[in-house]
Every structure is written in C-alpha cells, then in structure tokens.
C-alpha cells in the first residue's frame, strides 16, 4: 500500500493551496483519512480528519479556513486549505486506516509529505 501526496508549494498569506493524497496497492477497505502537519522544531500536529462516511474534524487553529473531503471510488483524500497564513507553514502529512484483506486488522499508513510554505 503507498500514499501518493500531492499539491504542496508556496504561496503568500492569505493565499489558497489544495492537497491531494491518493492510496493504492492491494486494499479491501479505507476507514478514517487525514493530513496532519509538521512544522521545524515542532511535533506533528493533527489538522483535520474524515470518515469513510464523510464526517470531518478540525483543529481549532484551521477551522473555517480548511475543508477536508474525500473520493472513497478513488481512495483520495483532499485538503482545500484557503485563508493560509505564515504559521500554517510546515510539512503536511496524509494518513490513512486501511484494511489490506477482509480479514486483516486496520493498519496506519502515511505519505511521503509534502511542503507548504506561505510567506511574502
């Protein structure tokens, strides 16, 4: 299974970027999908997640200003991130809960990340 994330660059403050994040490979079934963030010196942070079912949840710091959704024919997940600001700067992660078999347990799997730079 591989996590294919796309979509990072710069752009200035209050700027627009649209990641995208792909699963393939041998997969029966994915659950929960997010992007979570990772900025220098700083821990990973979640920053949003979806369900299978399309529920969403936010941070507090994207709230308003994200919207994560999802294409489940597609195993593609996507964050339409708007309003973006200097402190949203980091290197931005996708992950995934896939169950590879219908017998198998739900597993983690991450992307490779990719950057997001907003600054003037």
């Known amino acids: 299974v591989q996590l294919q994330a796309s979509g990072g660059g710069l752009v200035q403050p209050g700027g627009s970027l649209r990641l995208s994040c792909a699963a393939s490979?041998?997969?029966?079934?994915?659950?929960?999908m997010g992007w979570y963030r990772q900025a220098p010196g700083k821990q990973r942070e979640l920053v949003s997640t979806i369900t299978r079912y399309h529920m969403t949840n936010y941070s507090d710091s994207v709230k308003g200003r994200f919207t994560i959704s999802r294409d489940n024919a597609k195993n593609t997940v996507y964050l339409q991130m708007n309003s973006l600001k200097p402190e949203d700067t980091a290197v931005y992660y996708c992950n995934s809960k896939i169950i590879r078999h219908r017998f198998a347990r739900e597993q983690d799997y991450w992307g490779q990340g990719t950057q997001v730079t907003v600054s003037s």
């Open positions: 490979g041998s997969i029966f079934s994915v659950n929960a």
